[in-house]
């Protein structure tokens, strides 16, 4: 047997060693994907039947058996929810709050993340770990004390009672920190030679640089504040005040059984969120990676 | 002493008083940036941290009426005498511990599965995370709908393959079940994210490597990239299990604001709200609070430290 053969022999096997895995690793990556698209199926069927059931006629939900189907599709049940419910007005107190709490949440955080990440300051340590201890206490167990407090202060059922708690938040001073000292300092030392004063650097420099974070942090604050549940719902108990949740959680008694109309209360509620988790994904995403970069 | 050295000394004590006097400015301009944040923190977090204490001991509720009405401790006792407050904390209980592993576990798989070279990546991320993103109130009308008997889907589906119908919002051995799978399928995707989110650190030649070697996909999730996932891990587990010691208003929502069948889906944060705000009795709801509070920092100090150990021997 020459010494070619053997070689060649080799390079035979190797090849074939190598079609083997591509085609293992194809077979994988079929299954993998038959197996995503049945969960995707899975994940948006009680979207899909939410919407499916608000364009029914009333009378044609409880069928049975259940059926995607109906004689006709209509806009009923969504007319008979602007006309009937808060909605507009909900959608205006939920925008108006979290765009506040939003924007003061981005003021606030990114002028402390500002100072821990760049500001020798003495004390500098002990406070960011104070900020920090904030994040692991629930907000749950808060309900009753917070109540009691704005009660005290007589904003109960005001805006306030709502916004007010929901400002000081030590992830978003940890996330723009996180960014901050990311970034190297030439830039800074260039303008302080000019004579600059920190806050203009802060504000002039700093903070266009770090147009992600302010994103991520905004948008995410903006999300978490619109889909506050449990703060609005013990705050506000007139209709006028509610914010989209809050208001949401009374049509299911007030409607009595008259799902499509249910439905589309439901998918209007959904649809805000749904459009700005659509055009901001990336943002969003980052914030609750930020969550898990602290590990 | 020569004219050169006492120059020396002059200039010293000045450069030192200049020193000190840019130290106490850096100082304040320091505090000044935290300042706001840190005043708004004070009187939003810390301070109902106190009064919640504080309130706890006295016979306090909610018009403010007994508000220096003194108990010590008869607060505390009350409650740990209390059969109801012992079976909200159970339901809690139970609640968490099912659902930890299903939202940790099948993140991970889905987080594995999206994170191969398929096609329309993307899109997958986006219908597993997208629930996520929906107010409460909007996913316990849906799932109210998904589970009503006769004419719900998901019985509807189930009699339509010959099985027989659950009562999901009736049966009390199954109410907490269906709250479960509700939350399953309304938060995953945040821990789906945060599993992708560690995925992207894993350095590309690993995987490579180990598959010109011959380490098949098995192999290479096994003894790559979990191990290198396992900082991720243990943060989703903490944060998961603090979340879920939380559980409220999703099960409150779903049974309509009542306690579920035969009190079944009643968590100790429900039995606080109903404490305070039903009962109104907001002393009482804030020892309850407070033993709540404290246990869920040992639960998550406690997990801290195991999975920091576990990590480490590993």
């Known amino acids: 047997m020459s010494v070619q053969t053997v070689a060649q022999r080799a390079r035979t096997t190797e090849r074939e060693q190598a079609s083997t895995q591509v085609m293992q690793r194809r077979v994988a990556n079929g299954a993998s994907l038959v197996l995503l698209i049945v969960l995707a199926i899975i994940w948006v069927l009680p979207i899909l039947w939410s919407i499916d059931t608000s364009l029914k006629p009333e009378s044609e939900t409880t069928a049975i058996p259940v059926s995607w189907l109906a004689s006709h599709f209509t806009f009923a049940a969504y007319i008979t929810t602007f006309a009937t419910t808060g909605l507009f007005r909900w959608y205006f107190n939920s925008f108006l709050t979290s765009a506040i709490i939003s924007l003061v949440t981005i003021v606030l955080a990114s002028m402390a993340a500002f100072a821990f990440s760049r500001v020798p300051f003495r004390g500098k340590n002990i406070l960011f770990w104070i900020i920090l201890a904030g994040i692991m206490v629930p907000g749950q167990i808060l309900i009753v004390p917070l109540y009691t407090q704005m009660q005290s202060f007589g904003l109960v059922d005001t805006y306030w009672s709502i916004i007010l708690p929901q400002l000081a938040s030590p992830l978003a001073v940890f996330i723009f920190k996180q960014y901050f000292d990311g970034i190297p300092y030439e830039l800074e030392e260039a303008a302080l030679m000019d004579g600059a004063s920190l806050f203009r650097v802060y504000w002039q420099i700093w903070m266009p640089l770090a147009m992600p974070a302010v994103a991520a942090v905004g948008i995410f604050a903006f999300v978490l504040s619109w889909n506050n549940f449990l703060l609005p719902f013990i705050m506000i108990s007139g209709t006028n005040l509610m914010t989209v949740p809050v208001g949401l959680s009374t049509v299911q008694t007030s409607f009595g059984i008259r799902y499509a109309q249910i439905m589309a209360t439901a998918v209007l509620g959904g649809v805000p969120v749904l459009i700005v988790f659509l055009f901001f994904q990336r943002q969003i995403v980052q914030g609750i990676a930020g969550t898990g970069l602290k590990g | ?314």
């Open chain 2, 1 to 314: 002493m020569s004219e050169v050295s006492l120059q020396a000394a002059r200039t010293q004590t000045a450069t030192t008083g200049r020193l000190k006097a840019r130290r106490r400015q850096t100082d304040l301009v320091g505090i000044g940036f935290v300042l706001p944040f840190l005043i708004v923190y004070a009187v939003f977090l810390i301070w109902p941290v106190i009064l919640g204490l504080r309130m706890s001991f006295f016979n306090w509720t909610i018009s403010g009426a007994g508000a220096s009405d003194f108990l010590g401790l008869t607060n505390y006792q009350q409650v740990f005498a209390d059969a109801d407050f012992w079976h909200a904390l159970g339901v809690t209980f139970l609640f968490t511990v099912i659902s930890t592993p299903l939202l940790v576990i099948v993140a991970l798989a889905l987080a594995l599965l999206v994170n191969r070279a398929i096609p329309a990546k993307a899109l997958f991320r986006t219908v597993f995370f997208a629930p996520f993103v929906l107010p409460v109130s909007v996913v316990a009308l849906i799932w109210n709908w998904l589970y009503q008997p006769g004419f719900g889907l998901i019985n509807g589906i189930l009699t339509g393959l010959g099985l027989k119908e659950v009562g999901w919002l009736s049966d009390a051995n199954v109410a907490l079940m269906a709250v479960i799978i509700m939350t399953v399928w309304w938060t995953i995707g945040f821990n789906f994210v945060l599993f992708l989110a560690g995925m992207q650190q894993i350095p590309v030649e690993l995987n490579e490597s180990a598959s010109l070697d011959g380490a098949g996909a098995w192999a290479r999730i096994r003894h790559i990239t979990i191990p290198l996932l396992s900082r991720t891990t243990s943060l989703i587990i903490i944060l998961q299990v603090i979340a879920s010691l939380q559980v409220f208003q999703q099960a409150y929502l779903l049974f309509n604001g009542s306690d579920g069948p035969n009190f079944s889906t009643r968590s100790a944060v429900q039995y606080i709200y109903e404490t305070g705000f039903t009962t109104f009795r907001v002393g009482l709801a804030s020892a309850m609070s407070y033993i709540l509070f404290i246990l869920i920092l040992i639960v998550s100090i406690g997990q801290f430290v195991l999975l920091n150990r576990e990590r480490r021997n590993a």
